[in-house]
Each structure stands twice: as C-alpha cells, then as structure tokens.
C-alpha cells in the first residue's frame, strides 16, 4: 500500500508564507503528473497547482503568481511555496500524483493551512 505523506501545514497569518511537502512512502511506477488540491469548509476540493512530468505547470487562477510548485520524478516528491498568503488560501490541502501505468490516482491524507487575518 503507497502511501504519500504530506507536512508543513500550520497557521500562520495574513501575507505569511508556508511550504507544503508531499513524499511518496515507495516508489510509483509512470507518473504522469503531481499536484495539490485544496478543500475549504463547506466547498468542493478544487485543484491548485499541478505539474506534470515534462515540467510544465498549471495553477488556480487565484494563486497565480504566489503559489510555486515543484517535482521530483525520481524521488516521487512534490513541494508547494506559498507566499503571500490570503485568508481565503484557509483549506486542508491534499497532495495528488496520477500514475497512467497504474491507471489510477493517490492522495495524501490531507494537511491544514489557516490563514489568519
């Protein structure tokens, strides 16, 4: 069973900044993209960042340009540099890797981020 294990979740306040990390527990096989979803109380989860493995990267219109996401193939390790963040950032943040060999997607438990004014 793989396992990711994310950390660096916290409060911190507005304009602050936190780096989220996310370790697969053994190797993934075909990895096709890694990226982190948020879900706010009472929301849907919604995708934040995400990159893929030629490097190319796609983010939440609302975290442009705060938000930096970053992957390791090899090491099956992905990290998300949050600046300047906003009380509206406040979610728990789950880490997401895709393997098309294995056809299927693996989550992390889930990280909270509360942003405080």
């Known amino acids: 069973q793989v396992n990711l294990v994310e950390s660096g979740g916290g409060l911190v306040q507005a304009g602050g900044s936190l780096r989220l990390s996310c370790a697969a527990s053994e190797a993934i096989s075909s990895v096709l993209t890694m990226g982190w979803y948020r879900q706010a109380s009472g929301k849907g989860r919604e995708l934040v960042a995400r990159?893929?493995?030629?490097?190319?990267?796609e983010y939440l219109d609302s975290v442009k340009g705060r938000f930096t996401i970053a992957g390791d193939y090899a090491k099956t390790t992905v990290v998300l540099q949050m600046n300047s963040l906003k009380p509206e950032d406040t979610a728990v943040y789950y880490c997401?890797?895709?393997?098309w060999g294995k056809g299927r997607d693996y989550w992390g438990q889930g990280t909270q981020v509360t942003v405080s004014s």
């Open positions: 990159v893929r493995n030629d490097g190319s990267t």
């Open positions: 997401n890797l895709y393997s």
